[in-house]
């Protein structure tokens, strides 16, 4: 594979293409077109010397097993991403794809939804419907791309990115939504996701979860044979994410298909009735896995090994704690301390109780969005100012901040934002261990911050917030746009920095198994979004779910094998007892 991103020709006198054996026995592997640099990859042995020659490491070789090139659905062109099978969807379930960021889940519903025809491999000379049905043949999908290709297949797709709806869809949000609400239902789901809020606003001025919410309910209200759903909880707090699961999973009374890729392990949990796992290398290659239930398929892909298939992807599995770990000596340090503030604007007031944090202690931060958690953090880092109360030390510690909103209009690489911000511990091991490791950031120090995806900056963003010497770590939403291994690998980094450097941090986030994670105590937001909110005093980490989640009126369990938190299915024998009990959290 060849990354021309990082290739450089100019810079490097083309060391690749002087040191490749296979230019020197006649042959050309490595070639430059008009300076451009171009990898003839049938003459490859994969030797691995230009790999070690490269300076900017832009060139990889992955091996593949020969068996998978019979099972190749898809490829862009020379060089780029192989998709290897496909899932088979299955009317009147909800099937879930999990997988890292770039490993083909998009390109999966993209193809299932007409937008890009498979071709098996072959992209110079694309196969015609007939070679792509008999390579289906005798399978589930043979039937489904013979409707598509016939024209008796109606699909609806909401894409991952619903930033761009603005610019295709435009009026109010009501009438847009009234003249596609084909199948009667715009009442019952505009009642549950919340929308009369913004029902005679214009849809260019809603912000991200606002839209996130009026596209799934376009998509809902449609009539179709088939949903797909890329990543439906993007910018939705924990009560809009479940109700968008609700709304989802009521479209299986009609026996539709269902398929539905997201990032949310609870969330995925609660809607799927079955998953494919999707593995392999991040840009290089995909492979999606036989159907599992949806218990069996997130731990199998938490483990990192799939029995059936004999294949493991991941070194070593991940493991929840009942209690996340923290460090005895320093929790008994008192950091922080705030009395009770007040925050007022023209149409909105923000309450907080009193409450302290300690050295070594991560406190997470748990609430529906415009509810005041980014004011609170705001207050606690000094950029804002309270109308009446103050943190007490605020001023004799360092705070470091990483903001819901990132720009990436720095001008520089990820190398140099992350060197200035670190100092001389750039350079440093523990700097490496701590930060660049975890975060997975060494391939991308000499990428400009400004082509990073939304992924890519999300991580830099986190590791320039770690990088800086602080007594207070300040994150908002900082698993934005991050798959779930991403997610679990910030959680870990964030907490290894906090307790190595006897510091403490704030994070504000909405995914449940992120803050069960990294989450010592927590601070619950309550009132009514965008207009009051009340911050209530830090509180355990069990108190603090059982009031949280009593409120959102849904309970969690314990997975037994991976110690997960699983979201009990609604009206089922364990959530009524839960709720009896007042357990909502998990029972011991």
């Not at 003459?43 to 790999?51: A, F, M």
């Not at 609700?246 to 995925?268: C, F, Q, S, Y």
Request: with cysteine; hydrophobic share 35%; net charge positive.
């Amino acid at each position: 594979m060849l990354d021309r991103d990082r290739c450089k020709p100019e810079k490097c006198d083309r060391i690749c293409y002087r040191f490749c054996p296979q230019v020197r026995s006649g042959n050309e592997a490595i070639r430059f077109k008009d300076s451009e640099p171009e990898i003839v990859e049938i003459l490859c042995t994969g030797c691995g010397i230009c790999v070690k020659k490269c300076p900017f490491k832009a060139i990889s070789i992955v091996n593949l097993p020969e068996e998978l090139d019979r099972e190749c659905t898809h490829r862009f062109g020379s060089n780029t991403f192989k998709l290897f099978r496909l899932p088979t969807p299955s009317p009147g379930n909800v099937l879930g794809l999990i997988g890292p960021n770039g490993i083909g889940k998009t390109t999966v519903l993209k193809i299932l939804s007409g937008e890009v025809k498979p071709n098996l491999g072959e992209y110079l000379n694309p196969p015609s419907w007939e070679e792509i049905l008999e390579y289906f043949r005798g399978s589930t999908l043979q039937t489904y791309f013979k409707r598509m290709s016939e024209g008796r297949l109606r699909v609806i797709h909401k894409p991952q990115y619903i930033d761009m709806l603005p610019q295709v869809v435009k009026g109010k949000v009501g009438k847009v939504l009234s003249r596609i609400d084909e199948r009667g239902v715009l009442d019952e789901v505009s009642e549950r996701l919340d929308l009369k809020a913004v029902w005679n606003r214009d849809v260019k001025v809603l912000s991200g979860g606002e839209l996130q919410r009026v596209a799934l309910a376009a998509a809902i209200c449609r009539e179709a044979d088939v949903y797909l759903f890329d990543e439906p909880s993007s910018y939705l707090d924990v009560r809009q994410r479940l109700e968008a699961a609700r709304a989802i999973r009521t479209l299986r009374r009609g026996n539709k298909t269902i398929i539905v890729a997201e990032h949310d392990l609870a969330v995925l949990d609660y809607l799927s009735d079955y998953v494919c796992i999707l593995y392999g290398v991040p840009g290089v290659y995909g492979i999606v896995s036989h159907v599992h239930g949806v218990r069996t398929g997130i731990n199998i892909y938490l483990e990192g090994y799939i029995r059936d298939e004999n294949m493991r992807f991941r070194k070593e599995p991940i493991r929840f704690h009942v209690k996340p770990p923290t460090l005895a000596v320093s929790s008994s340090n008192i950091l922080l301390k705030w009395n009770c503030m007040n925050k007022s604007y023209e149409s909105f007031r923000l309450d907080a109780e009193a409450g302290e944090i300690r050295k070594g202690e991560v406190i997470g931060i748990l609430g529906p969005n415009g509810i005041g958690k980014t004011t609170f953090i705001k207050m606690i880092a000094g950029i804002e100012k309270p109308n009446s109360g103050f943190p007490s030390s605020l001023n004799i510690l360092s705070v470091s901040y990483k903001p819901q909103y990132i720009s990436s209009d720095y001008d520089g690489t990820v190398e140099d934002l992350l060197r200035s911000v670190a100092k001389d511990d750039f350079s440093s091991s523990l700097y490496k261990t701590q930060i660049l490791t975890p975060l997975n950031l060494s391939l991308l120090l000499d990428r400009s911050v400004k082509k990073l995806s939304g992924g890519e900056l999300q991580r830099v963003a986190v590791a320039a917030c770690l990088s800086r010497k602080a007594d207070i770590y300040l994150l908002d939403e900082p698993s934005a746009y991050l798959d779930v291994e991403e997610r679990l690998a910030m959680a870990k980094a964030v907490r290894r920095v906090v307790e190595d450097r006897n510091a403490a941090a704030f994070v504000a986030e909405h995914d449940i198994v992120v803050q069960d994670f990294i989450a010592d105590r927590l601070m619950i937001f309550t009132g009514n979004p965008g207009e009051e909110g009340f911050a209530k005093s830090p509180t355990s980490l069990r108190e603090g779910m059982n009031m949280f989640l009593k409120e959102m009126g849904v309970t969690f369990r314990r997975d037994p094998q991976t110690r997960r938190p699983r979201v009990n299915k609604e009206g089922s024998q364990l959530d009524e007892y839960q709720k009896r009990i007042g357990e909502y959290y998990y029972v011991k």
